[in-house]
């Protein structure tokens, strides 16, 4: 009974905080507390190219989204983010009763707590004209006085104007985002089209928040446009993506560059050294999603074989992912194992039958085109 006294009292002491020699008449329950810490998204580097982890397209309540711009900065770097934009409308400013217009103010407010928490903040703005010809974003503007707010169709030209007068890198957003509501709306349109001569337009939105446009990606690879995805986020990150399910997070793009800067992510974004990334799903040009793919995915030599009853011969191999990245792979050409999901930083195990050199997979969790997926070779 005494020792039964002993341990409920031990119990006792462990299941309560431990309380200060001074008791100021507050019990403090730190423990429910989210943990402070940011993700680490790990992706190798890919041909010496650091990968940077990029939201180009995003709101706060200076325009219509809901959330102050320190907010957004908190988000991304919990995420594991290297650089964000805030590209706020020139022309749609809902919120003016409440709080002062000013496109590039979000950024001024922000700017600060970006820094402490190493964190690059791009200077952005959305142009915002009706469909068609739609929104583009122009990230690395230098100020907001020129732009023009007036949404009359005859002043389309003159408000990207404003963008390419401050050397802006500009990408045409969520092209299919009214393709149901306005006939004609989600095709390659005249304007966009002298924008394209004129060399103004440098990248497409494949990816906006949940929707892969499809059009969109054949056209940034048909015309060398650089292929961007970004969450378009309005409300909180944590409020539409379920980023506390494993492998789950926002879309965005990777962004090859020779270093940790501003200046690299230009240079990359002018390059076209990018890959959209939505959770499970990678979307670009073949060349980039194949470096990536060989940059995280190794295939080991053969470690077993067994025979079977007639004498043929199966090979056991590991194929690991060192990434954060998913891919998943369906065979094509040879005789092995037909399909295998790599989880990110994990291994599986491949058989092939004896006598082959190669295995072809698919990786159906890329996009190469609209209606095609990276081709791999897999050596025996």
């Known amino acids: 009974m005494k020792k039964t006294l002993i341990l409920f009292a031990a119990v006792s002491l462990l299941s309560f905080p431990s309380q200060a020699q001074t008791d100021d008449g507050i019990q403090r329950l730190d423990e429910f507390r989210y943990p402070k810490k940011r993700e680490i998204i790990s992706i190798p580097k890919v041909n010496g190219l650091t990968v940077l982890k990029c939201d180009f397209h995003m709101h706060t309540v200076f325009t219509d989204g809901h959330v102050w711009p320190n907010v957004r900065v908190q988000e991304a770097w919990k995420e594991g983010l290297d650089a964000i934009s805030f590209t706020e409308h020139v022309e749609y400013t809902p919120h003016s009763a409440d709080v002062k217009p000013g496109n590039l103010r979000p950024h001024e407010l922000a700017e600060n707590l970006a820094a402490e928490n190493n964190l690059i903040l791009i200077k952005g703005t959305e142009v915002t004209r009706n469909t068609p010809p739609g929104h583009f974003n122009a990230l690395f503007i230098e100020d907001d006085a020129n732009l023009v707010a007036d949404r009359a169709s005859e002043l389309d030209k003159q408000a990207i104007q404003a963008v390419v007068d401050q050397n802006a890198f500009i990408f045409w957003n969520h092209p299919g985002w009214k393709a149901t509501q306005i006939p004609g709306s989600y095709e390659w349109i005249p304007f ?34 650089t292929v961007i995805g970004n969450t378009d986020i309005h409300n909180l990150i944590a409020h539409d993506y379920d980023i506390e399910r494993e492998g789950v997070h926002r879309t965005m793009t990777l962004v090859m560059a020779k270093d940790r800067s501003a200046a690299a992510i230009r240079e990359a974004l002018e390059k076209g050294n990018t890959v959209a990334w939505s959770s499970n799903y990678l979307f670009g040009k073949e060349e980039n999603i194949r470096d990536l793919f060989n940059a995280c ?22 194929i690991s992912n060192n990434s954060d990245l998913y891919f998943e792979l369906q065979l094509k050409e040879g005789n092995g194992t ?18 082959q050199s190669t295995l072809t997979y698919e990786v159906v969790s890329t996009y190469i085109r609209s209606d095609k997926h990276l081709a791999v070779e897999l050596s025996l």
Request: neutral net charge; aromatic residues 10%.
């Open 297 to 318: 995915v190794t295939m080991g030599e053969a470690y077993h074989e067994k025979a079977n009853n007639q004498g043929k011969v199966t090979k056991y191999y590991e």
């Open 338 to 355: 037909k399909k295998v999901i790599l989880y990110p930083q994990s291994a599986q195990t491949i058989t092939a039958a004896e006598g």
């Open 192 to 225: 966009v089209e002298e924008m394209y001569q004129a060399k103004n337009l440098h990248g497409i939105e494949v990816v906006n928040g949940f929707g892969f446009h499809k059009k969109a990606l054949d056209w940034a690879l048909d015309r060398n446009l």
